[in-house]
Nanobody, 115 residues
């Protein structure tokens, strides 16, 4: 079955960096565009970034543009999100998602940005 397992979150100071990973299984990862979303307590889930199946094209929310980089390694069935210059408002649970199969969600990985 489809599985998405996020990891790499943690506590980081403002201005710091984290690299999130999403290990995918149960489907042909290299055939699917992927996205990252995040959800802070009391808010709706928010789209962060997307990448095509080949990695040749990416898109970012305004809040992520210039600071976050989405990438993928199709040989490893893994999606990444490099997050730099982190701000307290980036604090959230981060999830990966299959663009054309949005019903599948992993357990998420918590990112907390605090001094």
């Amino acid at each position: 079955q489809v599985q998405l397992v996020e990891s790499g979150g943690g506590l980081v100071q403002p201005g710091g960096s984290l690299r999130l990973s999403c290990q995918a299984s149960g489907f042909t990862f290299s055939s699917h565009a992927m996205s990252w979303y995040r959800q802070a307590p009391g808010t709706e889930r928010e789209w962060v970034a997307s990448i095509t199946n080949t990695g040749g094209s990416t898109n970012y929310a305004d809040s992520a543009s210039g600071r976050f980089t989405i990438s993928r390694d199709n040989a490893k069935d893994t999606l990444y999100l490099q997050m730099n210059s982190l701000k307290p408002e980036d604090t959230a649970m981060y999830y990966c998602n299959i663009v054309l199969a949005p019903e599948y969600w992993g357990q998420g990985t918590q990112v907390t940005v605090s001094a």
